[in-house]
C-alpha cells in the first residue's frame, strides 16, 4: 500500500527554501543590508524547518520495532556528493559572479570556515544523521521520552564543550558549532515522530500556539538583538532552541490545516498556491544547491532601501520578486539536469 504525502511537509519545506533566496537576495545581491528587521527574522526561521523536517522522515523503526540506523551510504550520496561538487563550482565561479559574499568563497572557505562557501548545511545535516545513527542505540535502550530528551541534552552540552575545547582549525573544518547549534531541532523532530499524536494535539490546541507565538516572539527579539540584554552566552544558546521548537509548532500548525483541506480525501489536484508551495518543498535541495549560481548585483537598490529606513515592505517587495525570478531559473537548470542521472547525482544529490 502506498504511503500517503505529508504534503504540510513539503509546504513547509517549500517555503522555507523560499525564504532562503530571499535571504540570500538580501545579503549576496543587494548587500550592507543585513541589519534589516526583515533579514533579521528571515534568517532565523528558515534552517530551522529543514532539520526538523530532517529528523522526522530519518526516524524510522524496523520489524522488531526497534529504532532504525538512517542508510548513511544513501545520505552521503545525497548529500556528501553534491557538497563537494557544487561548493568546488562555486569557487570558480564566483569572482565572475560580481556579487559580494558573506562567506569566504575559495578553498579556504570550503574547509576551514564555518560557512563552507555557503554549503555548510549539506554537511551539518550529514554529520548529525552520523551521530544519530551512533546514538541510536542508546535511544533505543530509553523507554520513556523523558529519558530520551535527557539523552540528547547531554549529547548537546558534550558538542559545546568539543567546539570549544577542540582546536579552532578543526572546529571550523567540521563545522561543530552548526551541529551544536541545529542537532536540538533535529532530535525534535525525531521525538516528534514518535509522539506524533500529542504534537498533532498541540498544533491544533489555541492555548499551546499562543504560547509559541509568544515564548518565540521574546525569544526571536533576544535571539536577534542579544546585545540588549546583557546574559551569559549559554542564555543566547537555549534561548535559540526555544525559538526553533516554537517556529517548529507555529508552523506546522498553521500550514496542516491548509492542506489538509485542500487535499481532502487524498486528493492530486489541492490549490494552485498550495501546490506551488508543495512543488518548491520537493525540489528545495536542489534550489539550495543551485541558485547561488543564478544570484546577481543589484547594488542600485541598496541606497533606495537604506533611505528608506530598511522597512520591512520595501525590502520584502524587492526581495520576493527578485528571488522569485531567480527560483524560477534554477528550476528550469533543474529540469535540464535531472535528465542525466549523473548529473543529477553530483549537483543536486538525487538519487533515483
Known sequence: ????????????????????????????????????????????IHMPIFFFISGYFTYKLNEKGRLKMPNLLSRAKQLLIPFFVVSTLWIFYFPKSGLQSPFIS????????????????????????????????????????????????????????????????????????????????????????????????ITISSNWITVALLVGGVMMYYVCWPWEVDLPSICLDISRQILYICVAVVGVAVVKPWSEDAFKDNNPNGTFMLRLWVYLGTQSLAIYLLHYFFLFPMAVFREPLIAMNLNVVPTLIVAVFFASIIIAVTLCVNYIISRSKLLALLLTGKIN
Open 1 to 44: 500500500m502506498a504511503k500517503m504525502r505529508l504534503h504540510h511537509f513539503d509546504m513547509l519545506k517549500g517555503i522555507a527554501i523560499f525564504l532562503v533566496v530571499v535571504g540570500h537576495v538580501l545579503t549576496m545581491c543587494i548587500r550592507d543590508i543585513d541589519n534589516a528587521v526583515l533579514f533579521k527574522f528571515v534568517e532565523k
Open 106 to 201: 575559495t578553498w579556504e572557505g570550503l574547509y576551514f570556515s564555518v560557512g563552507k562557501n555557503g554549503y555548510w548545511f549539506t554537511l551539518c545535516l550529514f554529520e548529525i544523521i552520523l551521530l544519530y545513527s551512533i546514538l541510536t542505540p542508546l535511544f533505543s535502550m530509553c523507554q520513556k521520552i523523558i529519558s530520551k530528551v535527557a539523552l540528547m541534552i547531554c549529547v548537546w552540552i558534550l558538542l559545546g564543550i568539543s567546539k570549544d575545547i577542540v582546536p579552532e582549525v578543526t572546529c571550523a573544518l567540521l563545522g561543530l558549532s552548526m551541529v551544536f547549534d541545529f542537532f536540538p531541532i533535529f532530535m525534535v523532530g525525531v521525538l516528534v515522530r514518535e509522539g506524533k499524536t500529542t504534537f498533532d494535539k
